[in-house]
């Protein structure tokens, strides 16, 4: 099974990354659930891989998409890290995981990604990474509470990208979490190894997942983020570099 896929564009500007774009599962993984729970979010995140599509189209700009559930592994965990392959997610039980060959797993899907990742940002070289997410309104479990936030941009110790962002998002009247839903700071792990390992500035955009569960919304989005990916952009580009 190929683990991504590319969409072509201008180098040396803004590469667009979504993680969690697909809900598939490769050919003998069987994770053990209803066919109805990868189209939640804890099987992909609702949104991002359109949202994605339409960006990289406006823009100009190349795209990497993962094609593998998040359920089957996390590619935007740490090798290491306990929810890399989940066997429970978001209090659903996931009994495929269970007993799984970690390493096996790692080898033909994790790796597999990141190096091809790694190979796009060494050929185009861009000043900006840009990686899509969006996130659910509610957490099904432990009466999680109602996020606010329309959109929150995730950043750990490089904060180049956020620090634009976050102003330029407020002006547009939308509700917008520095660090939240959650941390960067936490769960930032495909900037962290691209982006701040290189010194490529980065953000992580958070969408709340209701705001982009359809075509209208995707297009909304895209028309917000689109001019505001630019300015950040060329902010950050050498002098009498510019996008346009």
């Given at each position: 099974?190929?683990?991504?896929?590319?969409?072509?564009?201008?180098?040396?500007?803004?590469?667009?990354?979504?993680?969690?774009?697909?809900?598939?599962?490769?050919?003998?993984?069987?994770?053990?659930?209803?066919?109805?729970?990868?189209?939640?979010?804890?099987?992909?995140?609702?949104?991002?891989?359109?949202?994605?599509?339409?960006?990289?189209?406006?823009?100009?700009?190349?795209?990497?998409?993962?094609?593998?559930?998040?359920?089957?592994?996390?590619?935007?965990?740490?090798?290491?890290?306990?929810?890399?392959?989940?066997?429970?997610?978001?209090?659903?039980?996931?009994?495929?995981?269970?007993?799984?060959?970690?390493?096996?797993?790692?080898?033909?899907?994790?790796?597999?990604?990141?190096?091809?990742?790694?190979?796009?940002?060494r050929s185009?070289?861009?000043?900006?990474?840009?990686?899509?997410?969006?996130?659910?309104?509610?957490?099904?479990?432990?009466?999680?509470?109602?996020?606010?936030?329309?959109?929150?941009?995730?950043?750990?110790?490089?904060?180049?990208?956020?620090?634009?962002?976050?102003?330029?998002?407020?002006?547009?009247?939308?509700?917008?979490?520095?660090?939240?839903?959650?941390?960067?700071?936490?769960?930032?792990?495909?900037?962290?190894?691209?982006?701040?390992?290189r010194g490529?500035?980065s953000i992580?955009?958070?969408?709340?997942?209701?705001?982009?569960?359809?075509?209208?919304?995707?297009?909304?989005?895209?028309?917000?983020?689109?001019?505001?990916?630019?300015?950040?952009?060329?902010?950050?580009?050498?002098?009498?570099?510019?996008?346009?």
């Amino acid at each position: 099974m190929t683990v991504a896929r590319f969409i072509d564009g201008d180098p040396g500007g803004i590469l667009l990354i979504c993680d969690h774009a697909s809900n598939a599962v490769p050919p003998g993984i069987d994770l053990g659930v209803a066919p109805a729970l990868l189209d939640k979010h804890i099987g992909v995140d609702i949104g991002a891989a359109p949202l994605t599509e339409a960006l990289a189209a406006t823009l100009g700009a190349p795209a990497v998409l993962a094609t593998v559930s998040r359920l089957v592994i996390d590619l935007h965990r740490q090798p290491d890290h306990p929810g890399l392959i989940p066997t429970v997610s978001d209090g659903h039980a996931i009994p495929g995981n269970d007993g799984i060959d970690r390493f096996e797993r790692i080898a033909h899907l994790y790796a597999p990604y990141h190096r091809a990742l790694e190979a796009m940002i060494r050929s185009m070289r861009p000043t900006l990474l840009v990686s899509i997410h969006s996130f659910t309104p509610q957490l099904e479990t432990a009466d999680g509470p109602i996020r606010p936030w329309e959109i929150g941009i995730l950043s750990n110790r490089d904060r180049r990208a956020a620090d634009l962002a976050l102003p330029l998002l407020a002006a547009r009247g939308l509700v917008v979490g520095d660090n939240e839903p959650y941390s960067g700071k936490v769960l930032n792990a495909t900037l962290n190894r691209h982006g701040e390992a290189r010194g490529i500035a980065s953000i992580a955009i958070e969408i709340r997942n209701d705001l982009i569960g359809d075509a209208t919304g995707v297009d909304r989005w895209n028309d917000i983020l689109a001019p505001i990916l630019v300015e950040i952009r060329n902010r950050l580009a050498p002098k009498g570099v510019l996008a346009t």
